[in-house]
């Protein structure tokens, strides 16, 4: 026992020798990850907690590691858990964060630059270790000092529980928005919820979609800050009363504290770190005292649990009207708070603690730029007009004109399901005082329209925000009217969004109108997700990728060259074999990596098609069946994604995709020529494990229904290629990869509305494809439900319906065409491979930091910039302790 000991001991040293030496020859930025010890615990060494100081080495990152195991978990390695290591880490690198945190704010305050304030109902933001670690540069530093303790960074990593703050595009986006502002150095703050549960997390059994709490906040999260200090009340109900000047007043209404918790965004290598600040619903009394000690224990706290429900879930279920007072609640609530906050940083900030006189609001456009991410923030218009009239004492026509010159609201859907409505007896209910200042808005807007189109009476009734007849609020008209930018996100989203839904607006105002196509940041979604490819592209063009993705170019030089495209084979294998493994260990399911990885991710709903995805596995299902010896490639379709809990067709396509996959598995006739899964609870981090591994992505929408996507970005700047309608961002991938280097397909969006003119008929489509028909047929008579043949007939019924608004069938031909060109295709390796360098060096534009620019020049009237701040030690004194700076009461700052 004692040799084998020894022997290990050895090996250990070794192991650490050929480490240090890997580190020093690599790039701190780019380097891949080392394959260090599982968490073993005859692997961990002797901890030691003496003279800790905060240098970025391995051996000061080991003393702080051992510090705070010891000060904050408070425990020794005899009794640690792997996530007391993961936390302690966590601590770890936060150290290095909040210097930079506090100096970034120092910066901001002292140059008062102008601000940039985001709100957004969803933040989809995925683990922070390995972010901050690579943004802040420490990634090889902290991996080789777990290393030297016998620990495995990478499975530290798995144990961080994901933020569930998001659903689907629109959260990843705001992620992805934050990330951006920070690497480009401006004044930016995040705004959202802090949901208890979040989304929710998402189970398969036997084949059905089941929601379970996802506990996100089961242990601390060492990423965030509360703020007990800035706690900031919202108010509800109670009524509008005429006060003896005349002014309006909001009295007997219901207050519920919103609660900040502060958490860092760092910017790539400049010292930046900016903050997503999240507001957590607390009562404003816990319980009523009188009432628990008389016994009625259930009533005492009834305000506390009714209050608090407001923070306790993203997206209730609108299906009754409880849940959609809850969802209106939490748009208030998140607005409310967001702008009290932004109003009362604009007062203490530098310029107005200096005056002596009462804070002038003529320069608040020019000091903050507020950012509406869909409609779910639109309550921003009337909350900041509440605020200047009512508090602030501001006239009605300088409030809206400061309102329409701060705020600007970003579209994200051309469904006019999507575009929120609110009856208004509930909002009158709930929120009284900003229905009478909607109903002012409208006058002020429809008196415009009036006077320029004077005869115009339907056009009046079509552009009204209150519609008397439908008795709704509409939120999307209500955001278009109060801001002086409105941006679509791809370019034929803009495009339609000018000549359908928002027609008459832009009619009356074009110069609003404006297009941002979205963007993803590089950092996480190829240096941190795909580093062994990162570090390939590095070799052949440096590093200036990461901050600007245009430099991707330069990869077409080596389209032809024989070793890049074998780097580019291996890379992609290995990734594939990586995800393979992951696989087989967190969901017993086995995959080819000799296979095509065939993936469609993403939220689950009608217009996105999945289902004709799955109709194109049952007729590959069938051409095997009915001639085996014939030469088919390998494929493993692989799909993922959350259906709204309410959504019951969206969840029946998810219970036939699954029972598809069962039928397929279970044929021995298939064998491995086929494979068809279904990956439960798809989120950020199982996206960094499933993009890298892509070989085809597909993005089928309908065209004209999606407004742009951004997987499909994130597939092709790790190298995979896109089968996809002409719709939203394809369109631009189409523009920059070029024709050849992308299999499109389908109705352009003007042959969808020449068919919906002409009258589309399912059934049509369905007589005279054979192939088409056996699929539905199947689908109808139990093939992939023997248990229940009547299971999918609500499908099968929806698919043949003449009005059809998706068009399924009409596509399909086209559809299994395309697949047939991807199939001879991927049997020429090389080919293949060149299309995928071609692709990932067209990535360019479809970075975030891109289109922070452009919000930044177009909207926003802010400079990025490539300046990097000074490190929190630049122009201390050698000798200064670790005290704090000492701060004179007359010059504190109160800006957070």
């Known amino acids: 026992m004692d040799q084998e000991k020894s022997k290990s001991n050895e090996s250990n040293k070794d192991a650490t020798v050929e480490n240090k030496k890997k580190q020093e020859n690599s790039s701190d930025s780019t380097s891949s990850k080392k394959h260090a010890p599982a968490l073993k615990e005859n692997n961990y060494k002797q901890i030691s907690i003496r003279g800790i100081p905060l240098l970025e080495n391995v051996e000061e990152v080991k003393k702080v590691f051992n510090r705070h195991l010891h000060f904050t978990i408070v425990k020794d390695r005899d009794v640690a858990t792997d996530h007391d290591y993961y936390e302690s880490i966590a601590y770890t690198v936060r150290d290095h964060l909040v210097s930079r945190w506090i100096r970034t704010n120092q910066y901001h305050f002292e140059t008062d630059q102008k601000r940039v304030y985001y709100l957004s109902l969803e933040y989809h933001m995925g683990r922070a270790l390995s972010n901050c670690m690579i943004n802040l540069g420490i990634e090889n530093s902290v991996d080789e000092a777990l290393y030297e303790m016998g620990l495995n960074i990478e499975e530290l990593e798995e144990l961080e529980s994901e933020a569930a703050l998001g659903n689907g595009g629109l959260g990843r986006l705001a992620a992805c928005y934050l990330d ?23 189970k398969i059994e036997d084949g059905y979609q089941k929601e379970y709490p996802e506990n996100w906040l089961r242990y601390a999260c060492p990423w965030e800050i509360s703020r007990p200090e800035f706690l900031v009340p919202v108010q509800y109900y109670g009524k509008v009363i005429d006060d003896k000047d005349g002014k309006k007043k909001w009295v007997e209404y219901i207050t519920v504290h919103a609660m900040p918790y502060d958490s860092p965004i760092p910017g790539y290598n400049n010292n930046v770190v900016n903050t997503l600040r999240l507001w957590s619903a607390k009562a404003s009394e816990k319980f009523n005292f009188a009432l628990f000690n008389s016994g009625d224990y259930i009533r005492a706290v009834a305000e506390q649990s009714s209050s608090e429900d407001i923070t306790r879930v993203l997206y209730p279920n609108d299906d009754f009207d409880e849940g959609k007072i809850l969802r209106l609640k939490q748009e208030y609530f998140l607005v409310s708070a967001s702008v009290q906050d932004i109003i009362a940083r604009y007062k203490r900030s530098k310029i107005n603690l200096k005056a002596d006189q009462q804070v002038d609001f003529t320069n ?23 605020l200047l009239i009512d508090v602030e004492n501001l006239g009605w026509d300088q409030a809206f004109d400061i309102t329409k010159r701060t705020i600007a609201f970003t579209n994200h859907t051309l469904l006019p399901e999507a575009l929120e409505k609110w009856p208004i007896d509930m909002f009158q209910k709930l929120l009284p005082r900003h229905f009478q200042l909607i109903t002012d808005i409208n006058a002020h807007h429809l008196d415009i329209v009036q006077k ?23 939120m999307g008209y209500l955001s278009v009217v109060g801001s002086h930018a409105v941006n679509g996100v791809a370019q034929m989203h803009s495009d339609l969004l000018k000549s359908t839904i928002m027609k008459d607006f832009y009619e009356l105002n074009p110069e609003k109108f404006q297009n941002k196509t979205n963007g993803i940041t590089p950092r996480r979604w190829l ?73 469609q991710v993403k939220r689950l709903h009608e217009y996105k098609r999945q289902l004709l995805n799955c109709l194109r596995v049952i007729t590959v299902y069938n051409r095997i069946k009915a001639n085996p010896d014939k030469d088919v490639i390998q494929r493993t379709i692989i799909f993922g994604g959350k259906a709204a809990p309410g959504y019951k067709t969206a969840k029946l396509i998810i219970k036939l995709i699954c029972n598809v996959a069962r039928t397929v598995s279970e044929d021995p006739v298939i064998g491995d020529r086929l494979r068809v899964v279904f990956l439960e609870n798809y989120g950020v981090s199982l996206a960094e494990k499933i993009i890298p591994a892509v070989d085809l992505s597909e993005q089928i929408s309908l065209a004209g229904l999606e407004a742009s996507g951004t997987s499909n970005m994130k597939m092709m700047l790790n190298g995979g290629l896109t089968i996809g309608t002409m719709d939203g961002a394809n369109v631009e991938i189409c523009e920059e990869v070029g024709k050849d280097n992308i299999f499109t397909f389908g109705l352009t969006y003007k042959e969808v509305d020449e068919l919906r003119e002409k009258g589309y008929n399912a059934k049509d489509y369905y007589e005279h494809n054979a192939e088409l028909k056996q699929a539905i047929e199947q689908i109808r008579d139990g093939v992939f439900s023997p248990e229940d043949p009547n299971l999918f007939s609500d499908i099968v019924k929806s698919l043949l319906e003449s009005d059809e608004k998706f068009m399924l069938l009409a596509d399909y031909e086209e559809y299994m065409k395309a697949h047939e060109r991807v199939e001879q295709l991927y049997k020429d390796g090389t080919e293949w491979t060149k299309k995928c360098i071609l692709n990932i060096a067209a990535a360019g534009k479809f970075s975030s930091d891109r289109a922070i620019r452009e919000y930044a020049k177009d909207i926003w009237n802010v400079t990025p910039t490539d300046k990097k701040l000074p490190s929190p030690d630049a122009g201390r004194p050698e000798n200064e302790d670790d005290s704090l700076e000492n701060t004179r009461p007359h010059v504190r700052r109160q800006d957070y």
């Open 364 to 386: 608040f456009p020019d000091k903050a730029a507020i950012q509406l991410n869909d409609t779910h923030p639109a309550l921003s218009v009337v909350e900041l007009m509440r």
């Open 452 to 474: 320029k189109w004077p005869e115009d009476k339907e056009r009046m009734k079509r552009m009204t925000i209150i519609d008397d007849e439908a008795k709704k609020v509409n």
């Open 527 to 599: 240096l941190i997700c795909n580093p062994d490819l990162a570090d390939l592209i590095t070799t052949k063009i440096g590093e200036g990728w990461i901050t600007d993705l245009a430099q991707l170019k330069q990869l077409r030089d080596y389209v032809d060259d024989e070793q890049f495209i074998r780097d580019i084979q291996r890379v992609k294998f290995e990734n594939k074999e990586r995800l393979s493994k992951f696989l087989k260990k967190n969901f017993n399911v086995n995959i080819n990596p000799n296979s095509m990885f065939d993936v």
């Open 180 to 202: 951006s502002m920070a690497t480009l150095g401006l004044s930016a703050y995040g705004y959202g919820l802090r949901y208890d549960y979040g989304i929710f997390a998402q």
